[in-house]
C-alpha cells in the first residue's frame, strides 16, 4: 500500500499515508469477518429465448470465435453483487464517464448491447519510436495490450519508411489493442470470476442494475484449464479459499479507499532483436 501511494498517488494523498494504512488495516479486518463461500450463492441462469438469436448473431461473428475459442461457452444472465472479482482499483473518472455513455433505459436489449456487443469505440492510439529497436505505444485505455503476433508472406511494404535497405521478403507482424469486449466471467462451479468488463459492471451496478447477461467460459478441469494466475493471484488460493473479493465489496465503504492517482496512461513497450544462426538441412 505504501508503494502504491508513493509511485501512483499524488502528494496530497501520500502525505495521508497514516491514515490511509488504517483505513488499509480496517478494510482486512472487515474483508476477514465476510461470511464464507458467499460468492458460490450467486444468482445466474438463462436468457430468455426471445433474445436468443440476437445472442447467436453475436456468437456467430468471426471476431467472437476468434477471441472465444479455448473454451466452451454460454450465456447467462447473472447476478452481479457476487461476481468474483478481484481488480485493485477502480477509475472513478472512467466509471462516471461510462454511465454518462449509457442509454436512458436498461431493457434487456440495451444490457445486451452493453454488455456483449462485439462492437465498440476505442480510444485512439499514441505511438513514440525511442530508437532503432523500440516503440512504445500507450492508450487512456487500461485494457490496451499485447494480443499477439502473426508470421505472413511480404506482398507490400513502404520502403521508403525502412532503414534497413536489402531486399524484405518476410513480415513478422506484431498486433496491439483492446481485450474482446464481451463482458465474461470464467465458471468454476459456482464460482464466476469476472474476466473481463469490469469498469462496465460497475458502472451499470451504481447504476441501479442487479443482473447483466454476460458470457461464460465453462472450466471443466480447473487443473489444466484455470489460468496459472488471475489479476496476479495463484489459481490454487483462488480455487481453494473460502472468502474472495466480490463486486458488492466495492461498494462497501469499509472495504474501500479513494485516493487520486497521477495522471497516466496505459503504455505497452515494444523492443526487438534477431540472431543469425546455420540451421541444418
Known amino acids: 500500500m505504501t508503494n502504491y501511494l508513493k509511485t501512483q498517488c499524488t502528494t496530497d494523498e501520500v502525505a495521508r499515508e497514516l491514515e490511509v494504512l488504517k483505513k488499509w488495516e480496517a478494510a482486512s479486518a472487515a474483508f476477514n469477518q465476510k461470511a464464507v463461500l458467499s460468492f458460490e450463492q450467486i444468482s445466474h441462469g438463462e436468457v430468455d429465448e426471445q433474445y436468443l438469436g440476437k445472442l447467436d448473431s453475436i456468437k456467430n461473428d468471426k471476431k467472437f470465435s476468434h477471441t472465444f475459442q479455448q473454451l466452451p461457452t454460454k450465456f447467462e444472465v447473472v447476478e452481479i453483487d457476487k461476481l468474483i472479482a478481484c481488480q485493485s482499483t477502480v477509475s472513478l473518472q472512467y466509471i462516471e464517464k461510462l454511465i454518462k455513455e449509457f442509454p436512458g433505459n436498461f431493457d434487456f436489449d440495451a ?10 469505440t476505442v480510444p485512439e492510439v499514441s505511438d513514440i519510436r525511442a530508437n532503432e529497436q523500440t516503440i512504445v505505444y500507450s492508450s487512456e485505455n487500461t485494457d490496451f495490450r499485447f494480443l499477439g503476433a502473426l508470421q505472413k508472406p511480404l506482398t507490400e511494404i513502404a520502403l521508403d519508411t525502412s532503414s534497413t535497405g536489402g531486399i524484405p521478403t518476410r ?31 460497475y458502472a451499470l451496478r451504481k447504476s441501479g442494475v442487479t443482473h447483466i447477461p454476460i458470457l461464460v467460459q465453462e472450466i471443466a478441469n480447473p487443473a489444466l484449464e484455470f489460468p496459472a494466475t488471475y489479476q496476479n493471484i495463484p489459481k490454487e488460493y483462488l480455487l481453494a479459499s473460502q472468502r474472495l473479493p466480490m463486486m458488492e465489496d466495492y461498494f462497501d465503504p469499509l472495504m474501500t479507499i479513494e485516493l487520486k492517482q497521477k495522471a497516466r496512461r496505459r503504455g505497452v513497450k515494444v523492443v526487438w532483436m534477431s540472431e543469425t544462426i546455420d540451421v541444418p538441412l
Open 111 to 120: 444490457l445486451i448491447d452493453i454488455c456483449l456487443s462485439l462492437d465498440k
Open 171 to 201: 513480415a513478422l507482424v506484431l498486433l496491439f489493442g483492446y481485450g474482446g469486449s464481451p463482458v465474461n466471467a470464467l465458471g468454476v462451479g459456482d464460482r464466476y470470476f469476472l474476466n473481463n468488463g469490469f469498469h462496465r459492471v
